[in-house]
């Protein structure tokens, strides 16, 4: 398996492994939107710093990985004054160690372009994917409620 930048031709592959974790039609649209101005790295994308990368296994996408600067909304809840969201993380199959390697390269690049801090939000209803985060050296900091109105964790990696 490797891990490498997200390209163009990853967009339908990375859309597909998506929708096996979210079924809000709202979110899997800005994430397509997202990636697509990733793709042809426009003015907002530069400027909030997006990174995505995949996992690829005999030329096979089995999963994706993104950050950014953190919105304002996790913001708030930060330690440090550069922190990093972790936009999205799905893979395709579980238990085979790709999420772990995503993980990896997001903290890595996170650290290596100058965020001092991985913050993310999880919605209750995603309450199966907290035992990775935990296990990936995050901590709970507490319970929001989303921009959407959706209640959920804030977690947060500070770095070292």
């Known amino acids: 398996m ?17 929708t096996l974790y979210w079924n809000d039609l709202e979110f899997l ?3 397509s939107d997202t990636l697509k101005m990733y793709i042809n790295q426009t003015e907002e994308c530069i400027n909030e710093k997006y990174r995505f990368f995949v996992a690829e296994e005999k030329g096979e996408i089995v999963g994706i990985a993104g950050f950014r600067n953190a919105p304002d909304y996790l913001r708030q809840h930060a330690k440090t004054n550069n922190p990093a969201e972790l936009y999205i993380i799905a893979v395709k199959y579980k238990g085979r160690g790709i999420g772990k390697e995503l993980r990896l ?7 290596n372009i100058g965020f001092t801090e ?3 939000y999880s919605p209750n209803s995603h309450e199966k994917s907290w035992v990775f985060y935990e296990k990936s050296g995050f901590e709970r900091i507490g319970e929001i409620t989303a921009p959407d109105g959706e209640p959920g964790q804030v977690w947060q990696k500070l770095y070292r």
Do not use: M, V
């Open 2 to 18: 490797i891990i490498r930048d997200f390209q163009k031709n990853d967009l339908e592959s990375s859309e597909e492994i998506s």
């Open 29 to 31: 649209k800005e994430l």
């Open 105 to 111: 390269k997001i903290l890595e690049e996170g650290k």
């Open 118 to 120: 991985i913050i993310l």
